[in-house]
Every structure is written in structure tokens, then in C-alpha cells.
């Protein structure tokens, strides 16, 4: 029988594997197809494997495959894999080096800008950032998270109108984004503007009520307003939705503590640090939680 025909025949049942999620099965026929001396020069075969290795965690394996490609051809896919490698593993230089090798080859490639975008932002470099992103919008201006993302290292950075004009985009792109509505609120409180602020993290509490951070900020805002027993039933709702969330306890036991209710603060403060022991020593130098110090 013919190779070519056995080849193809193997990678298309690992590339239905592939659809279903199914990435040993798929695998395990590409190794098949790979087999074959057509196998091993198909660059769209190497990608998949490359691909399906990564998902799979061998770094060393999925790696190999992008360099076979590289020995057949420059391919900007190939140095965009091994970025994205090199990121997984936090190495960040060596993922923008790659990253900037696959731009060489195609200066349209969208997904390098932003993930490279991202890459600075995790190194504290945000000016870069924000140039890969706006790079990035260029070219895919409809970009929800290109925009959201954008709109948070303006906020950042106190450059507070520039991110709320992106984050209006991104909310443009995608109206009821539980995160975008989330970071209106974040921003609109920067600036002062209270009420707008409210609107907008209760917006997201109803699109996405197990996201504990909206109900959290909300809270502390009421907090700053004077309003404890508002913040209160704002975080236990926060906590009924999002019962391991050890940071909510936290917050509500310090809400406690300035409402004199120092048994329900004790209660709390366990249940904060049997989810998250660390707060136990991050407590000691918390002001709010001096009178719970010697209970707990």
C-alpha cells in the first residue's frame, strides 16, 4: 500500500483525536504517520506534535519538533512555539527572542505581538507592553483582551483616562465581560467617581458571581463610604458564592474587628488561614487584626 496514502490516513485519525480533546490517542497516531519519510518532512504534521506535546507537558519533545521544522525551513510558527516554551517556563528573555524571530518572518503575526505585549508586562517593562500591544491592535483592532489588557497597564500605571477609554473598547467588543466591567470599577474608583464605580462592580457580580474580587472591592468601597454593615452583607454574599476564597474571610474578619463583633472575627480568621496559612503571619502586622492576635 501506498506510504504517502498510509501516512495521511494515520495523521487524519489523530487529527480527529485531536478535535476531541483526545491528545494521547492523537498523539500516538501522529507517531504513526510520523513513522513514514513523508511524515517526517510534513511541517504541518511536526506542528501538531509539537503542539500536542506542549499541551501534554514534554517540553523536551514538543521543543525537538519545532527545531525538525527549523531544519526544513524557517517557519515563523516553529520560533512562535518555542516562545511560547520558553514562556511557560518563565524565561522570559529567551521567549522575546523568539517571539522577535517569528515577527521577522511574518509582521503580521498577531499573536506574537501580544503575547510578547504580555511577556514585558510580566517583567515590569510596561512601556514595551504597551507598544506590542498597540502593535498587536493594529493588526486585529477588534481585539477584546488586546484592548482590556492594555487598559489595565494604563491603570497601573495612574495613566487613568487612557485606561478607561480602552477598557470602553474592550467593553464595546464584548458588553457583559465580567472582567472589563470588573476593571471600570477599578478605575472609575481611582478617579473618584463612587457611584460609577459601584455600577460597574455590581454589573459584574451579575455576569460572573464566582469572580470573588468584584465582591471584594465592592465591599471595601461601601467600607470607605462608612457603610460597614452594607460591606458586610456585600463580602458574606461574596463568600456564599465563593466558599475557599480564604482572602474574603480575611476581609470580613477585619470588617468585624470595626464592628466590635470580635467572636464572628475569630471565626473568620480561622477559616482564612486553614484555606490560605500564610495569613496567619501576614495578620501579625495587619493593624485592623490586633485584637484578634492573642485568640487566634
Known sequence: MNNNYMMKNYKNIANNFKENKQLIKAIQFYRKAYKYDEG??????????AIIYDELGSFKMSYEKYLEILKIKEDERAYYGIAILYDGLREYQKAIEFYKKAISLN????????FMANTYDELGKKEKSIKYYKKALEIKPLDFWGHANLGC????????????????KALE???????????MGVIL??????????KYYKMSINENKYYGYSFLNLAV?????DDLKKSIIIISQGIENNPKEGYLYYNRACFYVHENDIKSAVKDMRIAIKLYPDFKEYMKDDEELKPLLHLI
Open 40 to 49: 517526517k518532512r510534513d511541517i504541518e504534521l511536526l506542528i501538531d506534535m
Open 221 to 225: 468601597l461601601y467600607k470607605e463610604l
Open 153 to 168: 497597564i494604563y491603570e497601573e500605571l495612574n495613566k487613568n483616562e487612557l485606561a478607561l477609554k480602552e477598557m470602553k
Open 173 to 183: 467588543i464584548k458588553e457583559n465581560h465580567y472582567m472589563a466591567l470588573f476593571n
Open 189 to 198: 474608583k481611582k478617579m473618584g467617581e463612587y457611584k460609577e464605580a459601584i
Open 107 to 114: 509582521p503580521f503575526y498577531y499573536e506574537a505581538y501580544f
